[in-house]
């Protein structure tokens, strides 16, 4: 059974820092990008940022310069670094795993932004 277990998501003030992980398990095809996807009460899911199996990276506007991703091939884990927080990065943050055959999404973390 494939799982993709998140953590470091909670509370934190403006202009704080958190540490996302998501670690894959289970997952029998190659993988091809791991990424990670946040969605704001009342707003549509939206990329944060991806990196693929060759470590390029792609990141929104919005958090360039404030958020880093990278991952642990060994753990098969991926990690957003989020600096500079601000309350509009309040959301829901889930990880996602594209393969050759499905991509997989893990069930959310809650991160909340005080001004």
């Known amino acids: 059974q494939v799982q993709l277990v998140e953590s470091g998501g909670g509370l934190v003030q403006a202009g704080g820092s958190l540490r996302l992980s998501c670690a894959a398990s289970?997952?029998?095809?190659?993988?091809?990008?791991m990424g990670w996807y946040r969605q704001a009460p009342g707003k549509q899911r939206e990329l944060v940022a991806t990196i693929t199996s060759s470590d390029s990276t792609k990141y929104a506007d919005s958090v360039k310069g404030r958020f880093t991703i990278s991952r642990d091939n060994a753990k098969n884990t991926v990690y957003l670094q989020m600096n500079s927080l601000k309350p509009e990065d309040t959301a829901v943050y889930y990880c996602n795993v594209v393969t050759t055959v499905k991509d997989y999404w893990g069930q959310g973390t809650q991160v909340t932004v005080s001004s």
């Open positions: 289970g997952i029998i095809f190659s993988i091809h990008v």
